[in-house]
């Protein structure tokens, strides 16, 4: 079956620093992949997407490259703001499109 | 509109009561989801209903019992709970899936906590 493998957190950062959050995954077929964001108290937004290989998904500076060779989406950020601390979540849509397979979630903290 | 509603926030029930968890969407998505979060884990699928109708149940325990009234609507039935069923509950929507999965939007939560 599919599942996402994220790296354990929590990663800890200082403001400006480069991030990298590692995430693979094992699947049939050519899935969607994703990942969100879950901030204290509230539920998953949508950071970014990727739909096929070599894609590259990018938003608010976060950017991930689906690399079907190495079964890999991590996701990376130049330059890190304490307001990104929060959870991050790497998914995978199965072939019907109407299930997503979370990974473990990676908790980044950013300090002034 | 790209929101989703949750009510209510919050929710503290005891092992015999009867409550309900509700979802509100207008974004025309006919795919509406719930999922189960428990603390420091990733959601969980519970639900799928799409069109209206069912599609996958996750093996959920039958005191859970979910609802689709209208294209707009999600209810979550909760009936003689246990303790370790309090959670983060989830809704989320999205169209229905064409080529590759759709985005799907989720919901602020309602936390949930029996006693």
């Known amino acids: 079956g599919n599942s996402v493998t994220q790296m354990e957190g929590p990663v800890t950062l200082s403001e400006e620093a480069f991030l990298t959050i590692n995430c693979t995954y094992t699947a049939t077929g050519y899935p969607s992949l994703f990942w969100y964001v879950q901030y204290p108290g509230e539920g998953l937004q949508l950071l970014l997407k990727?739909?096929?290989?070599?894609d590259k998904g990018s938003n608010k500076g976060f950017e991930a490259t689906y690399r079907k060779e190495t079964t890999s989406f991590h996701l990376e950020k130049g330059s890190v703001q304490v307001s990104d601390s929060a959870v991050y979540f790497c998914a995978l849509g199965n072939n019907a499109g109407n299930m997503l397979t979370f990974g473990g979630g990676t908790r980044l903290m950013v300090k002034p | 509109d790209t929101e989703v509603t949750q009510t209510p926030k919050h929710l503290v029930m005891g092992m015999t009561n009867k409550k309900s968890l509700k979802c509100e969407q207008h974004?025309?998505?006919?795919?509406m989801y719930w999922y189960k979060q428990k603390a420091k884990k990733p959601p969980e699928l519970m639900f799928v209903y799409s069109y209206e109708k069912l599609s996958i149940n996750e093996s959920v325990p039958s005191r859970f019992s979910p609802e689709c009234p209208n294209s707009s609507l999600l209810n979550l039935h909760l009936h003689a709970l246990q303790p370790e069923d309090s959670a983060l509950y989830l809704c989320a929507s999205s169209q229905i899936a064409g080529t590759g999965s759709p985005k799907q939007y989720f919901g602020p939560g309602t936390r949930l906590t029996v006693t």
């Open positions: 974004m025309g998505h006919r795919a």
């Open positions: 990727a739909t096929k290989a070599d």
